[in-house]
C-alpha cells in the first residue's frame, strides 16, 4: 500500500517534471527559428559572414527559442530575470551609444576630411531609409513603425536597435534581426545593383589619392562634426554625441588608453551584450508573425535603394566634376554605414575591373559619412515621429 | 567648493539619467483612475458592480504587471499580487487595465483582495516587493469637489469646471487623472472627473500623436523624404563647406610654416600635393636609413619617428596602485 503511494508519489513528480521540460511546450515555431539561430551560425563559421555579429544573434535566437514554464524568471521578456535584465540596454537604447563610442574611437576620418564632397555620398545613400519608410506606409503599417523600419536601410545595427526601441519596441526584434542580417549580406546584396548602374569605363575611373591631414584637423572634425550636426538635430545627440566623442579620444591624443578601452573591450562587451539579447528577443510566438516578414522584404528594398542612390548620385555629381576631379560610383554603395563592408565590398568590385585600383580609402569616406548621415536620419525621424 | 559643484551637478545628471532610463518597465505603470461607488457603472464579468482602479502604461512598448503588488496599507505593500503568468497582465503600449477592487481575489487576476472604502490610499509596488512605482491619495469627505472636463474650442484643448460634488466617495463620480499617465493640472494631474472611463483614455483630444499625422497629411512618406532628405544633406554640407575651408587653411599654414623655414615654394607645393603614399615612403626610407628601434606607426598611413615618452597619469601610477604593500612602521 505505502509502495503503491510512493510509485503514485514519484509519477506525479516525473509529470511535473516532465511538464516542466522544453519538449512539453516545444512548438513548429520554436522549432524554425532554432533552425534560424543554427543557419545563422553555420553562415557565420563556415563562411565567415559578419561572425562577430551572427554568432552571438545566432546563438542568441536558441537562447530565445528554447520553450519554458512562464513565471520562473528566466526568458528575456520576463520583469527580472538575468536576460531581461541584459536586454534593457537594448529597451532602453544605451547599447547603441556605447557601441557607437567605440565606432567612433576606431575609425579614421581622414579619407572623408582630405575631400569633403565625399560627405554627400553618404547623405545620398539616406534615401533608402526613406524609400522604405514610404513602402512601409503603404504596407499598412503606422508611420512611427515605418520609420523604425525605414532605419534599417541606414545599414546600421545600433542605430536601428536604438530608433525602433524608441518608435516601436514591439517589432524591435524583427528590426534588429534584420538590419544585422541584411548587413551581414552586403557583400551578396550590393555588387550587382553597382554593376547595374555602372559602365566598364566608370569602373575604372582612378582617383586622386587622398592628401596627408594634419592632426589639427583631426582633432577639429568630432568637435566641429558634433556642434553642426547635433545643433540641427538634437533628437541624434545620443549616436552623434558618442560617435564623435569617440573619435575626439582617437585623436587628440592624450586619451590614449581610453580610446583603445573604447574601441576594444568595451565595444566587444556590448557587442557581445546586443548580439546575444537581440537573438534571445525573437521568440517564436513574438517573433514568427506576418509582419516579421514585411519587416524583412522592406529591409532588402531598403538596402537596395540605398545602394543605387548613392551610385547614381555620384554619376549625377560626377557631371560638375572636372576631368582628374572624378569620383569612382563604385564607392557610392559605401554611403550605406556598414562599416566597413560596404568599403570593401568598393574595393573587391573595383579590383575585379582594375587589378592596380585600390578603392578602399576613398570609399571609406562615404562609408564614415554614412554613419553620420544614418545618425542624423534617425535623429529626424525621432523629432519627428515620436 | 567649485568641484563640490561639480559633483553635486554630475550626481544630479546621473540620477536624472537614471531616472529617464526607466521606460518600459514595471516602473512605467501608473494608477489612472478609481472609482469608489459603483452603482450602475461599469461590470465585471460576472455581471456585478464594484469599485474599480484603472492602471496605464505610460511607455511605448509592452510592459507586464505580472507579479506587481497593489495595496491599500504602506506597512503591508503585498497585499494583493497580481498572478504571474497570465496573458492579460501584458500591458500593451499606452494601454490600460481594470482591477476589480471587491474583495473577492478568487474571481481572477484582477479582482483584489481589499475595496476602496477600506482607505483612501493606494500604493502598486513592482514584483520585487519594495520599490513603490506610484501611490494615491484620493480625497474623501466633505466638500464641495469640483468636476473637471477638458473641452476643444477655438483656444485649443483646456480643462474647465463642470459643476461640483458635496462629498466623497458619491455614486459614480471617478477620480482620475486629467491626461492619461501625465501630472499635468488639477491636483498633481488628478481631479474629479465628468465621466467615467473605465479601460479607455481618461481625455480623447482633438490633436493626435505626431506620428498619426504625419501619415493623415503624408499617406506615401513624400513629404518626410524630401523633409528629412534635405536636412541629412544640409547636415552634411555644412560639414563639407566647415572642411573644405579647415584644409585650404591647414594647407596655407602649413606652406607659410614652410616658407619661414626657408624651404622653397614649389618644394612646399609639390610635398602638400603629395599623397600620403609618397610620405609613407619617405618615413620608411629615413627608417631603414637611421634604423632606429624608436621609430614606430601611430597610424595607418603615417609612418612617425618619435622619441618615445611615457606621460604621468595618477591612474596608472604605482603609488596610488590596490596592491601597494603596507608600510612597516
Redesign the interface.
Known sequence: MENQGFISFLGDNLQQFLSYTAFASFTFGHMVMILVGLAFLYLAITKDWEPMLLVPIGFGIIIGNIPFLEGLSIGVYEEGSVMNILYQGVRLGFYPPLIFLGIGAMTDFSALISNPKLMLIGAAAQFGIFGAYGLALLFGFPANEAGAIGIIGGADGPTAIFLSGRLAPDLLGAIAVSAYSYMALVPVIQPPIMRLFTTKKERVIRMKPPRVVSQREKIFFPILGFLLTAFLVPSGIPLLGMLFFGNLLKECGVTRRLAETARGPLIDIITILIGITVGASTQADKFLQWNSIKIFILGAISFMIATAAGVLFVKFFNLFLKQGNKINPLIGNAGVSAVPDSARVSNNLGLEYDRTNYLLMHAMGPNVAGVIGSAVAAGILLGFLS | MRSKLYIYLLTGCLLFAGGQ?A????SDMCFNEILVYNIDDYEDDYGHKHGWIELFNT????V?I??CYVSNDRNNLKKYRIP??DVLTKIK?RQHIVLWADNMPLRGTFHINFTLEETNTLYLT???GRDVIDSLHFPTGEGPFPIMDYITDDNGDHVVQKGSIPFYPSNNVSYGRLMDGENIGGDNGWAFLAKTTPSSNNVILDSE????R??QFD????I??I???L??????????V???N??RA??NS?RKKAEKAGVSPDVVAVA??????V?AAVAAALYLYAQQEEAHDI????LTINKVTR?Y?P??SKIYGLREVPHKQ
Open positions: 532610463a521606460a518600459q518597465s514595471q511607455s511605448r512598448g509592452t507586464d505580472g507579479g504571474k503568468g503600449p513592482s514584483s520585487n500623436a505626431a506620428a498619426q504625419f501619415k499617406p506615401y512618406g513624400v518626410m523624404s523633409t528629412a532628405m536636412v541629412v544633406f544640409i547636415a552634411l554640407i555644412l560639414l563639407y566647415v572642411f573644405k579647415i584644409g591647414s594647407i602649413g602638400q600635393d603629395a599623397p600620403g603614399e610620405y597610424e595607418n598611413t603615417i606621460a597619469s591612474w596608472s
